[in-house]
């Protein structure tokens, strides 16, 4: 298969790979993405899809936080005090693993958390043996062990597993339900919260 046929045009999100299952070509690290200027990207690059959106203008400011995710927009806000001083671009829920919407609050604060669902079955050298598997589907190989997927900076919002972390964002809803965000909003907006802060999700 030729470059162009691997590669997702992240501004229409128009699939160029034929009728390869949707769901592992978005969780693959070999899958291809268009960024700006023409650049090719992949799950592999340490910079993901390029952040034009993200900002922080909170240091300093009071009032109490609150976060607004956008799940149209793929934008995550945060308010402090009711003001906005920061935006962070995100990747939500894909199709079949759609972000909720609704008022949800942090009830869970975990700066190296791991996923005890999603992940890769290793061997006991730790070499991958299956990649982007989900426990609950993929029957373990003999001879493997889990290793869960890595989530930074974990801010759960549901009892069931969705939060907001760090995380790779190729450009569109691309996750199992979970909210990435870049590793340095996640980690300004892991620091400027706490159990409790109100978090609303919109369509």
């Known amino acids: ?34 960024g700006a200027g023409g650049n090719v990207i992949s799950k592999k690059s340490t910079t993901g899809f390029p952040d034009t959106v993200s900002y922080w203008d909170g240091d300093g400011v009071s009032g109490a936080p609150s976060i607004t995710i956008d799940l149209r927009e793929q934008k995550a806000l945060f308010y402090k005090g009711g003001r906005l001083v920061g935006v962070s671009m995100i990747s939500s829920g894909r199709e079949s693993h759609a972000t909720p919407s609704g008022n949800f609050k942090i009830i869970q604060k975990s700066k190296d958390h791991v996923s005890n669902l999603y992940g890769d079955y290793v061997d006991g050298a730790g070499n991958v043996v299956v990649s982007n598997v989900g426990v609950k589907s993929d029957p373990m ?17 549901t009892s ?24 340095k909003m996640a980690e300004t907006f892991f620091a400027n919260i706490s159990q409790g802060t109100p978090v609303r999700v919109v369509n």
């Not at 930074?152 to 919002?157: D, E």
């Not at 069931?160 to 590793?183: D, N, Q, T, Y």
């Open 1 to 34: 298969m030729n470059l162009s046929a691997r590669i997702i045009l992240l501004g229409t999100a128009t699939v160029l790979v034929g009728c390869a299952n949707y769901d592992s070509r978005l969780t693959s690290s070999t899958t291809q993405y268009l």
């Open 160 to 183: 069931s597993g969705v939060g907001m972390h760090a995380g790779f964002l190729p450009g569109f809803p691309a996750s199992h339900g979970c909210i990435r965000m870049p590793e």
């Open 141 to 157: 190989p003999p001879g493997t062990r889990f290793r869960g997927a890595p989530m930074p900076y974990f801010m759960r919002i």
